[in-house]
Each structure stands twice: as C-alpha cells, then as structure tokens.
C-alpha cells in the first residue's frame, strides 16, 4: 500500500482526531512517550484513555497514525501504527517579514500566516514600529511565537512548521531577500496586485500600525520590492497579512 492509500485508509479507520506536534523521528511499530505539552493535553484536556488514536507530526513533512498504550498521571505512551508524509504545503513558499506589534496581534498575524501555508517568518524591528525586545525577553517573546506557529499547523493539518525567525532590523532582513517575488504593502502607492509571473518564491513585507517610513519604503525599493495597494480601507498590521497572502495564494498557489 501506498504511504498516501495508508494515510487515507487510517483516517478512514479512525475518523477525525487530534493532532499534536511532536517533533522527534517516529517508525512504524515503536513506542514513544509523550512530550509533557502534549501528555498533559492529551489525559487533562482530551481526556483521551488508552486505546483512543491520535495523529502526531514531527514539524518537518512527516506524520504518523499512533494509539495510546499507556496513560498515567505523569506520561502519556504511544504505540506508532502508520506512518506518512504529511500534505498541505503550499507549492508558493512565501517569506513574510512582519513589523513586531503589541499584545495579541502578533500572535494573531503569525497565527493566519501558518494558516495560510507562509514558510516563514521573521518579526522585524521597523522606522515607526515601537516595540523593541531585549535578551531574555526576546528569547521569551521567540519561543511564545513558534509555540504559536506549531500550533496553527496542529488546527490547520499542515505537518510542516514554518520557522519563526529571531527579530531582526529591516535593514538586515532586506539584505537576506533573493526570492523571485517580492512585496511591500504601502498606502502611498496606487499600484494594485495584477503581477502575471508565476514565482515559486515570494517575500512579503509587513509594516506597523502607520506604515513603513520613509528610510523603510527607500530600503525596499532598493532591494526590489514592489509597492503593493491592498484596496482604499486601511487595513490593521494584523490583518493585512492575512488578506496579502490571500490573494498570493490563490494567484500562485493553492487556494
């Protein structure tokens, strides 16, 4: 049997469950104690017992079908039945370079971006951008967005984990650009999205609440980005990543 007719044929056996990320090397036929996260969610928030199925992803394109051997107070043990490439991956890998807003609507744009199948992202430290993170805030700040990004790909069925990147100057991150297409919302611009190339990869810039500045628009455009109007409403910077790669998915990729 195929590894794709296998996945099929254990979903069809079990029918719709949850799916956690576990990010080690699973085989068919071994046994695999549960991260404490995912033990926990699994006996205190599922209140799954032993015998119920579940799918696990190890973050970077495989899943497996596994049933829970052991419970306890303590850990979870599970004995791997199946295992698959996982599906769900955009063929358009888009780069997003977000600015760093406050509170929840980081969380929230990281969270659409993985929904929407980005391949990464890097938080950016902008002109007009007012959050600047330092040491172990930073390092806290980090690990709280991938913790996110993981878990939209556990909702979402993606069995990839798109890398949040450690922030960095726009400056920098500008520098590191070479994808194929590339783009910079603006309101300042009347340019709409009408591009007719078919790229493979695409970079997408984000700006703060106001916009990018002017030192920032310059940068851009000296590293080729393409001014970008998503319509006349102003959009949050929360939002306007979910609209953008809307719109480059469903031009280049596969929605």
Not at 27 to 41: K, W
Not at 145 to 169: D, F, H, K, L
Request: proline residues 7%; aromatic residues 4%.
């Amino acid at each position: 049997m195929s590894e794709v007719l296998l996945a099929a044929d254990w979903y069809a056996r079990h029918g719709k469950m949850p799916r956690l990320y576990v990010p080690v090397v699973v085989t068919p036929g071994s046994e695999l104690t549960l991260p404490d996260g995912p033990a926990r969610h699994v006996t205190r928030v599922l209140r799954m017992g032993e015998g119920a199925p579940l799918v696990v992803f190890d973050g970077s394109g495989q899943e497996a079908g596994v049933r829970l051997t052991e419970v306890s107070r303590k850990q979870a043990t599970v004995t791997v039945e199946a295992v698959w490439p996982g599906s769900g991956e955009s063929p358009l890998a888009v780069h997003l370079g977000q600015a760093i807003s406050k509170g929840d609507r980081m969380d929230y744009a990281i969270q659409k971006a993985v929904e929407l199948g980005v391949a990464a992202i890097t938080p950016l430290y902008t002109e007009r951008g007012d959050v600047r993170l330092k040491g172990d805030r930073e390092d806290k700040k980090l690990a709280h967005w991938q913790a996110v990004a993981a878990s939209a790909c556990e909702q979402s069925g993606r069995a990839v984990v798109p890398p949040v990147n450690p922030p960095m100057t726009l400056t920098s991150w500008l520098g590191e650009r070479h994808e194929a297409l590339r783009l910079m919302l603006h309101l300042a611009t009347d340019h709409p999205f009408d591009s007719k190339q078919r790229p493979e990869t695409a970079a997408l810039l984000i700006g703060p609440e106001g916009g990018l500045g002017d030192a920032d628009v310059d940068a851009a455009l000296a590293a080729e980005f393409t001014p970008l109007t998503l319509g006349p409403r102003v959009l949050r910077t929360e939002t306007a990543p979910l609209v953008a790669l809307t719109l480059l998915q469903h031009h280049f990729g596969d929605l």
